[in-house]
């Protein structure tokens, strides 16, 4: 089914069954990427008296109590509420699901022992950017589909952000753990920049970061639709699942 989307002075078509899944579905367990030593996703038949939310154990129906801890497990999409105290969800922030984004793969730079998404190339990346794009997904060199605690990833210096924020993206999707250093105090440099929390000017409120998320080997860098959904919770991040979509068409409207 092919929809046309109008974004500012342009209409732009895609087919919503030619989507590219960006994302890890979360399982029962240890196999899921993980970070930061938290849990991994537990599924529990829920019990209470002769009833067992399992039909596997004789129950009439299944009924599993799921606890998940979304920055440390699977891919996930949070807000300022990660960073901010005060009643922020990204139920609230995320109003919208579809945005012109791009796509890119990224190196790093050695920074010491640590590192660090390369400053060149982003500012390269940045200059490809079409006018109205709001979302940004990038792979950024490793392998982090495994449990990432205590390896320390790769990550964003807060002035390689800041060449992100100021190109207008709003939306950061990445494959990494955490924008941030693993251990670095309790700063979150990167974060703090992204949402201009506690800095000169206003707060972001309505940007977002996805981490933890996965991209196809063969997918091409160039200009997508970007769809990122997330479960309906009043929490400062949700599990999330992230959709690329390839643009048939895109044409400039006449604003006459």
């Known amino acids: 089914m092919k929809c046309t989307l109008q974004l500012v002075d342009q209409h732009l078509t895609i087919d919503l069954q030619d989507k590219i899944p960006c994302f890890f579905s979360l399982v029962n367990g240890e196999n899921n990427p993980r970070c930061f030593y938290l849990p991994y996703p537990s599924y529990e038949p829920f019990r209470i008296g002769t009833f067992v939310g399992s039909i596997e154990e004789g129950g009439v129906a299944n009924c599993m109590v799921v606890t998940i801890a979304p920055h440390g497990a699977g891919t996930h999409t949070e807000c300022i ?17 579809f945005f012109l984004g791009y796509y890119s793969i990224v190196g790093v730079s050695k920074v010491g022992e640590d590192k660090v998404v390369s400053h060149l190339e982003i500012q390269e990346i940045l200059l490809k950017l079409p006018k109205g794009t709001t ?17 320390n990833p790769a990550y964003f210096l ?18 990494i ?12 440099a ?19 970061i996805t981490e933890l998320a996965t991209f196809p080997e063969d997918l091409e860098a160039g200009i997508y639709m970007v769809e990122i959904q997330i479960a309906p919770i009043h929490s400062d991040a949700s599990p999330s699942r992230i959709y690329l979509y390839p643009i048939e068409d895109m044409a400039t409207t006449d604003s006459k």
Do not use: C, Q
């Open 177 to 188: 753990p955490s924008v941030d250093k693993e251990e670095d105090g309790g700063v979150l």
């Open 190 to 208: 990167s974060h703090h920049t992204f949402w201009n929390y506690k800095r000169n000017g206003s707060p972001r409120f309505g940007a977002t």
């Open 81 to 97: 509420g990660h960073i901010a105290n005060g009643d922020y969800s990204i139920s609230n922030t995320l109003t919208n699901s």
């Open 135 to 151: 979302a940004l997904a990038l792979k950024i060199e490793g392998n982090f589909s495994v449990d990432n605690s205590g390896t």
């Open 158 to 175: 807060p002035e390689t952000m800041e060449l992100i924020v100021r190109s207008g993206v709003e939306h950061l999707i990445v494959n």
